[in-house]
């Protein structure tokens, strides 16, 4: 599975969209995107995911750059529940195990 | 899609003594998860069962780590002999009937290893 790089804190206002990066440079053309958060120790918690096309849900958009190697979570109006730590997670969509990084801890302030 | 619970939610013990964590229920799935993840630190993978077969296993899943099935609904974790550097929290997951990465967390057990 492709390797990712996130930045590892951003903060976002209450109410402000977030953006949040993530870079999957060795993504391969059968790798989907998965995004999920943790919430302080609680288990994690899927998101979206998306192959290539641009994805929407009720908890956020997921938007992937036409070579795939980025992609950009948005929480469209961030508020104080969303503070979490955030994981963008590259994997073949079978049964497979998920591999977490470090994530992107986002603090959204009021 | 499946809703996944854990017991105990917190397990307290002795180095070398066996702990059992149970993910109970869940109902008709044929695959699942642990995971484990020490304080502080990224969430890890410790093994997948399938149709009561190891699927998958991660280094950190040694001779002293098991995983059962053992009335056809509940799933457990065993550890045989802990030690300290088994304090975590172990999260069990299960995947939405659609299968791939759409995994559904529990909500964990605190094992600390006095």
């Known amino acids: 599975d492709a390797k990712t790089t996130q930045p590892p804190s951003m903060d976002c206002a209450e109410g402000r969209a977030a953006n949040l990066p993530c870079n999957h440079s060795?993504?391969?053309?059968?790798?989907?995107v998965y995004w999920y958060r943790q919430i302080h120790s609680q288990g994690p918690q899927y998101i979206i995911h998306?192959?290539?096309n641009n994805e929407t849900n009720e908890m956020a958009s997921l938007i992937i750059t036409e070579d795939r190697k980025s992609s950009t979570l948005i929480l469209p109006h961030a508020t104080l529940r969303d503070t979490a730590v955030y994981y963008c997670?590259?994997?073949?969509?079978?049964?497979?195990?998920?591999?977490f990084g470090a994530g992107t801890q986002v603090v959204v302030t009021p | 899609e499946p809703e996944v619970t854990q017991t105990p939610s917190h397990q307290v013990t002795q180095m070398g003594q066996e702990v059992i964590l149970r993910c109970v229920p869940i109902?008709?799935?044929?695959?699942f998860y642990w995971y484990r993840q020490i304080l502080g630190q990224k969430v890890e993978f410790l093994v997948s069962?399938?149709?009561?077969?190891?699927?998958?296993k991660s280094e950190i899943f040694d001779d002293q780590f098991s995983v059962e099935r053992p009335d056809g609904s509940n799933f457990t974790l065993k550890i045989r002999s802990t030690k300290l550097e088994d304090s975590a929290m172990y999260f069990c997951?299960?995947?939405?009937?659609?299968?791939?990465?759409?995994?559904?967390f529990g909500p964990g057990t605190r094992l600390t290893v006095l």
């Open positions: 997670i590259v994997l073949l969509d079978s049964w497979g195990k998920l591999q």
């Open positions: 060795t993504i391969s053309g059968n790798e989907y």
């Open positions: 998306g192959l290539k």
């Open positions: 109902s008709n799935h044929l695959y």
């Open positions: 069962f399938y149709n009561n077969e190891i699927s998958e």
């Open positions: 997951a299960a995947p939405g009937l659609a299968g791939g990465g759409r995994q559904y």
